[in-house]
T-cell receptor
């Protein structure tokens, strides 16, 4: 079973700053099946990035994803007020879905 | 624009069976997607429960497989979840969702319902 570990647990930043979120897999995974979601309080998750680096429809280009093997990164180049939320990475493989525990991006 | 709407009892007693339905509108449940159940305990992360294709192909989370049944009703364009022998640990927001069967985004959930909160309590 693949375990996804996200770090840090909480990221305290100011609007306009750069956010770098990490997702580490317990074994090598295909980047084709690494996804990032954003979840705001009281809302369902929203698809941000799939295939490790492809932005979903309507996702602003300040969001970018990168990585391969076991280490993946979500970068928000300049934080907007609406970006403060919880972010989850997720892997799909062998008909199983695994989520990381999430990183909270909060206003400093 | 697809819409997914969960419905359920809100409150379930311990040891009973939780039953939820997801009504799909704006898209045919027989067209190109798997249909998923995911849950989120209060203040916690996301947990995949299982996925179903309209033909009856089903995948379950190994940690829940002994208690979970997912089914699809193509005539009503909806799918359902049953979780037996519930305990307080099953208290969560339950989401229905979908992911494509093929293509670059086939490992990603692209649409979610708003969720329904299920509390297990006597």
């Amino acid at each position: 079973e693949i375990v996804l570990t996200q770090s840090p647990g909480t990221l305290s930043l100011s609007p306009g700053e750069r956010a770098t979120l990490s997702c580490r897999a317990s074994q090598t995974i295909s980047s084709s099946y690494l996804t990032w979601y954003q979840q705001k309080p009281g809302q369902s998750p929203r698809l941000l990035i799939y295939g490790a680096s492809t932005r979903a429809t309507s996702i602003p280009d300040r969001f970018s994803g990168s990585g391969s093997g076991t280490d993946f990164t979500l970068t928000i180049s300049r934080l907007e007020p609406e970006d403060f939320a919880v972010y989850y990475c997720q892997h799909y493989g062998s008909s199983l879905w695994t989520f990381g525990q999430g990183t909270r991006v909060e206003i400093k | 624009q697809v819409q997914l709407q969960e419905s359920g009892p809100g409150l379930v007693k311990p040891s009973e069976t939780l039953s939820l339905t997801c009504a799909v509108s704006g898209y045919s449940i027989t067209s190109g997607y798997y249909w998923d159940w995911i849950r989120q305990a209060p203040g916690k992360g996301l947990e995949w429960i299982g996925s179903i294709y309209h033909s009856g192909i089903i995948y379950y989370n190994p940690s829940l497989t002994s208690r979970v049944t997912i089914s699809v009703d193509t005539s009503k364009n909806q799918f359902s979840l049953k979780l037996s022998s519930v305990t307080a640990a099953d208290t969560a927001m339950y989401y229905c969702a979908r992911h494509p069967t093929s293509g670059m985004s086939s490992g990603s959930i692209d649409s979610w319902g708003q969720g329904t909160l299920i509390t297990v309590s006597s």
